[in-house]
C-alpha cells in the first residue's frame, strides 16, 4: 500500500472537529497572536525545504571506486496525538509544519481523552490548512495506531501528549515524542521580549526573567536571548530564540528528513 491508496479509516469521520468549532476557535485569538502562529508555520516551512522535490535520487561517488545511491519519498501518513495538557500552539505547529513542507498526504491529528483541545491550537491548525482533527477515546487511539501498524505503509507518530504512554515498536512506523519543556529562561536587557507573547506561546511552561550574567546558570530547555548573545546561550541551551522570535519555536530533534523513507544502493562506479 502506498500514500495513493492509503486512507485513515471512514470511522474517524463521526470523531471530526467541525468547521463551526474551527470558525469559533479562530475569532476567539486575537490577530497578533495568529500573527505569531502564521510566523512560526512560515520559517519551519522555510526551512523544511518546500521548494525541493517530493521524490530525490541522488548519487554520490566515493574515493574507493564505489557509489551510493539514495532515493527519498514522503512517507505514506502522519498521525500527531495530542491531549487537554497539549496547549502550546507554536510548539506543536513546530512539529507539524515539516510534514506539511515535504508533502505527506495524509496528516491527522488526535485530540485523545477527556478535556478540550486549547482554541489557540485550533486556530494554530486552521491557520496550517491542517482540517483532519478528530477528538477519540484512548480505546480509539490504540485501534487507529493498530490501523496504521496493520497498513504497513510507512508512517511517523508524533506524540506531544502532556502524559504520553508508550507504543509497541513496529518496523514501518517512526516515533517522536517531544522533548518535555517546563522552564524557559527569558534573558532581559534594554529592548526587552514581550512577555506577553511568550506566556501565550507556551501557557504550560514557567518563564524565568534572567540577567545577562545570570544566563548559563538560569536553567530550563529553553532560552530566549538578545541576537548578540546567541551564540553563548548555544552552549548552555539546546534551543534559543532571539529577541523578535520570541513568540515562535523551532524543533531540534525533528527535521523535514524524519518525514521522508529513504532507500540506499551500494554500486561500483560504471
Keep these: 500500500m502506498t500514500s495513493d491508496s492509503f486512507a485513515f479509516p471512514d470511522w474517524l469521520e463521526e470523531f471530526q472537529i467541525t468547521?463551526?468549532?474551527?470558525?469559533?476557535?479562530?475569532?476567539?485569538?486575537?490577530?497578533?497572536?495568529?500573527?505569531?502562529?502564521?510566523?512560526?508555520?512560515?520559517?519551519v516551512y522555510a526551512i523544511s525545504s518546500p521548494d525541493s522535490p517530493q521524490s530525490k535520487w541522488t548519487v554520490n561517488t566515493w574515493k574507493g571506486g564505489f557509489e551510493t545511491?539514495?532515493?527519498?519519498?514522503?512517507?505514506?501518513?502522519?498521525?500527531?496525538?495530542?491531549?487537554k495538557g497539549s496547549r502550546s500552539a507554536v510548539?506543536?505547529?513546530?512539529?507539524?509544519?515539516p510534514a506539511l513542507a515535504v508533502g505527506v498526504k495524509n496528516i491527522m491529528v488526535a485530540f485523545v481523552g477527556d478535556g478540550?483541545?486549547?482554541?489557540?491550537?485550533?486556530?494554530?491548525?486552521e491557520l496550517a490548512g491542517q482540517e483532519s482533527v478528530v477528538l477519540i477515546s484512548e480505546d480509539k487511539l490504540v485501534e487507529l495506531v493498530s490501523f496504521v501498524y496493520e497498513s504497513k505503509v510507512s508512517a511517523a507518530i508524533l506524540d506531544l501528549r502532556s502524559t504520553p504512554s508508550d507504543f509497541s515498536y513496529s518496523e514501518n512506523v517512526c516515533y517522536w515524542?517531544?522533548?518535555?519543556?517546563?522552564l524557559i529562561s527569558v534573558c532581559m536587557d534594554e529592548d526587552d521580549p514581550d512577555m506577553d507573547v511568550i506566556k501565550f506561546a507556551?501557557?504550560?511552561?514557567?518563564?524565568?526573567?534572567?540577567?545577562?550574567?545570570?544566563?548559563?546558570?538560569?536553567?530550563?530547555?529553553?532560552?530566549?536571548?538578545?541576537a548578540e548573545l546567541i551564540g553563548e546561550a548555544l552552549v548552555d541551551f539546546k534551543i534559543v530564540l532571539s529577541h523578535?522570535?520570541?513568540?515562535?519555536w523551532l524543533w531540534n530533534s525533528i527535521t523535514d528528513q524524519f518525514f521522508r523513507k529513504n532507500s540506499m544502493a551500494l554500486t561500483v562506479c560504471a
Design 202 to 226: 507556551h501557557p504550560d511552561v514557567e518563564i524565568k526573567e534572567t540577567a545577562i550574567e545570570d544566563l548559563a546558570e538560569s536553567g530550563g530547555e529553553a532560552a530566549i536571548v538578545p
Design 244 to 248: 523578535e522570535q520570541e513568540g515562535c
Design 177 to 182: 515524542r517531544a522533548p518535555k519543556i517546563s
Design 69 to 83: 545511491e539514495v532515493a527519498n519519498s514522503p512517507l505514506d501518513c502522519v498521525l500527531m496525538v495530542i491531549d
Design 116 to 125: 478540550e483541545i486549547s482554541k489557540s491550537v485550533l486556530t494554530g491548525f
Design 19 to 43: 468547521d463551526e468549532i474551527f470558525a469559533e476557535a479562530y475569532e476567539f485569538v486575537l490577530p497578533p497572536q495568529r500573527a505569531w502562529m502564521k510566523k512560526t508555520i512560515a520559517q
Design 91 to 97: 510548539r506543536i505547529l513546530a512539529a507539524l509544519t
